[in-house]
């Protein structure tokens, strides 16, 4: 979820040490927007870069872990595409997979 109120559902899947593909449905104001790419975690900087190729841009954010519920949090810094802003945060928790 969103700070900007969209909501999405997110597939991520391990590619190496610290990096990963995405694919993302966000729910839009309506609307549905697909994304996709790859993404690299700095521990040292606590940042994500993400390069998405669908559509294609750059979003860097600083991720911080909540252990109490899995939940991540990552807030953006910078943005070439139009569907994240700076200040923004997301908030992820994984989802409970069926029995």
């Known amino acids: 979820m969103s700070s900007n109120g969209s909501t999405s559902r997110v597939r991520q899947v391990s590619t190496g040490p610290n990096q990963f ?13 697909l994304t996709e790419g790859m993404g690299h975690y700095e521990p040292s900087t606590k940042t994500n870069i993400y390069s998405y190729s669908k559509p294609e841009g ?3 954010v600083k991720t911080e872990e909540q252990n109490e519920d899995e939940t991540t949090i990552d807030t953006v810094l910078n943005s070439t595409i139009p569907l994240f802003k700076p200040g923004e945060t997301i908030r992820y928790r994984p989802r409970e997979e069926p029995g």
């Open 21 to 33: 593909q995405f694919m993302e449905t966000w729910y839009v104001g309506g609307k549905i927007i």
């Open 58 to 60: 750059i979003v860097v």
